[in-house]
């Protein structure tokens, strides 16, 4: 009977990520299509389908289909992919359900990181500031992590958010004084608040090889990021390398998360609402949810450049604006109704 039992719930949990799955592809092809189609200007679907079968060079929509709003598109599904996965393996490794890249100070880090350069006069590239926002990123957490834990007790998830929020706030003022200073604030204000604007191809390619880097390596550590949940006691009886499994997941984190900053200015509440959205559908294992919290956050962040572009044409909301509009009251539930700790 409990060999039953057990193969009903495996049947039961597979079937319904198979139909999550589906329809994500479906979402994810429906926001594609609108994407592609609404802008500044609305690009009909017979136009869309010829600029990829009978592209012609001369013709402007076409220009506009495949050199801006198509890398567009896939920026936006990339950033969200790594973004939701930072927050995931976030919140596993420091078992703390309020964990999220930007709420923590990790996106504020990386941001301030690309304004100095910005300050400096440095016109980087996207490959050496995504190096430089990662840098970023490794300092602010460090920071962080230093501050709230404590060799007896280990990382204590409120005052980890708490400092986090105080630390994010804390870069965001010497990024926007830096701007102001070196009277580059027009731009970095605008970059800082988020969006897509001006996404190249290459850009592309640098967030699909970190995508894959990072979904190659977690998934190589995911059966220990899966015992964490268990405790640290449990998760060491059971034969999980404990300082792998954390230090390989921060790692990733910051990665993905200075790779997404670097591209598309800071954006928040992705990490922290996609993983909380997928563990209520699919439940706590991570092993089985991390590839679908790519596929969510990367729909969830395309549709908000979507709302942000169409919203108010031909003007252009902030993507950051939009995100926090959603992640904002999450948190605050999440804050209100957590009873953990440490």
């Not at 896939?74 to 999220?100: C, E, F, I, K």
């Not at 709230?148 to 994010?168: F, H, V, W």
């Not at 010497?174 to 800082?192: D, E, H, M, P, Y």
């Not at 970190?210 to 060491?236: Q, R």
């Amino acid at each position: 009977m409990k060999q039953l039992h057990v193969k009903e719930t495996r049947s039961a949990r597979q079937l319904s990520l198979i139909m999550v799955l589906i329809v994500l592809f479906a979402g994810l092809i429906l926001v594609s299509l609108l994407s592609l189609k609404y802008g500044t200007e609305t690009i009909s679907l017979k136009t869309i389908g010829e600029s990829f079968t009978h592209y012609d060079v001369q013709d402007k929509l076409h220009q506009t289909v495949r050199y801006l709003r198509l890398p567009r598109l896939l920026g936006t599904l990339l950033v969200g992919a790594l973004l939701a996965l930072s927050g995931q393996l976030m919140q596993a490794v420091t078992r703390n359900p309020l964990a999220d890249p930007s709420i923590l100070g990790v996106t504020g880090g990386a941001s301030l990181a690309v304004a100095i350069t910005y300050g400096l006069g440095f016109n980087l590239g996207s490959p050496l500031r995504s190096v430089v926002a990662m840098l970023g990123s490794l300092l602010a957490i460090g920071l962080i992590v230093s501050m709230t834990g404590s060799r007896n007790k280990g990382i204590n998830p409120i005052k980890m958010a708490l400092a986090g929020t105080a630390m994010s706030g804390f870069f965001s003022s010497l990024s926007i004084a830096i701007g102001i200073q070196t009277k580059t604030s027009r731009n970095l204000s605008f970059w800082l608040a988020g969006g897509f604007s001006g996404t190249t191809f290459l850009d592309v390619r640098i967030l699909l090889t970190i995508l894959l880097v990072c979904l190659l390596v977690t998934w190589w550590i995911s059966v220990e990021i899966n015992l964490l949940s268990l405790g640290d006691e449990v998760a060491s009886s059971l034969g999980g390398s404990l300082l792998k499994a954390r230090y390989l997941g921060l790692l990733i984190m910051v990665v993905a998360t200075g790779a997404s900053v670097a591209i598309a200015g800071n954006i928040g509440f992705i990490g922290l609402c996609i993983p909380h959205i997928v563990r209520l559908i699919l439940g706590d294992r991570f092993q089985g949810t991390f590839f679908v919290t790519c596929l969510t956050g990367g729909l969830l962040l395309s549709l908000a450049d979507l709302v942000a572009r169409t919203i108010n044409p031909p003007f252009e909301i902030p993507i950051g604006a939009i995100t926090a509009i959603i992640g904002a009251p999450f948190f605050i539930l999440l804050a209100r109704n957590y009873k953990g700790g440490r």
